[in-house]
């Protein structure tokens, strides 16, 4: 079965860089949810978009942007990148908001 | 806000054993969520439950929704080297779409 697909899986970036993230939600999944893990913690959420409408908002902080697109593919902006940025970035999709997330395999962003 | 809790933090088992994991919560969720992540990868979803006193399996794997909404456990039998990982219980109380994760239980399985 499709998947949730990530691009990429490994980024590196220098500090005050900018860098965006891709997700391709399954296929008919109209939510898409961000979250950002760190090193020994759970996911934080940070952002979610329903029918390419931003949905709900957690942590995100201002120098992070995201969008999600007609294809319902979404991109996750960040701007400015802090040594602290680095972790893992994780999109899930579900068939509505609210529904059973299912989880890419990842960004793994490390900001030098 | 809302918060799961997962504790232990490590659980060592034998590889053969049985390991049953707590997620509970001092808010009513009406989704719980149990997923495995492994290094590096994304958490992987092993069981969904929807209504209060669910039951349900996956192979090995036995999870149930409390039927006070909650809690909800996780049983692992016959343990096998393979289910090492970080085990999660996430879920949803209905205000807004986002999920709560609880901080997990590293899973090690000893030979």
């Known amino acids: 079965a499709a998947g949730v697909i990530q691009s990429p899986r490994h980024l590196i970036k220098e500090k005050r860089e900018t860098a965006t993230l891709k997700c391709y939600p399954i296929p008919r999944h109209d939510t898409v949810y961000w979250y950002q893990q760190g090193p020994g913690q759970d996911p934080q959420f940070l952002i979610s978009?329903?029918?390419?409408?931003?949905?709900d908002k957690g942590s995100i902080p201002d120098r992070f942007s995201a969008q999600q697109f007609s294809d319902y593919h979404s991109e996750l902006n960040m701007s400015s990148l802090e040594l602290g940025d680095s972790a893992l970035y994780f999109c899930?999709?579900?068939?509505?908001?609210?529904?059973?997330?299912?989880f890419g395999p990842g960004t793994r962003l490390t900001v030098l | 806000g809302q918060q799961l809790n997962q504790s232990p933090q490590s659980m060592f088992i034998q590889e053969g054993e049985d390991v049953s994991m707590n997620c509970t919560s001092s808010s009513i969720f009406n989704t719980w969520l149990w997923y495995k992540q492994e290094p590096g990868e994304g958490p992987v979803l092993l069981i969904a439950l929807y209504k209060a006193g669910e039951l349900t399996s996956n192979g090995r794997l036995t999870a149930q929704f409390g039927i006070t909404r909650k809690d909800s456990f996780l049983n692992i039998s016959a343990s096998i080297p393979s289910d090492v990982g970080i085990y999660f219980c996430?879920?949803?109380?209905?205000?807004?779409?986002?999920?709560?994760f609880g901080k997990g239980i590293t899973l090690s399985v000893r030979p």
């Open positions: 899930a999709s579900s068939l509505e908001a609210g529904d059973t997330q299912y």
């Open positions: 978009f329903y029918e390419k409408m931003q949905s």
């Open positions: 996430a879920g949803y109380t209905g205000a807004n779409s986002k999920l709560t």
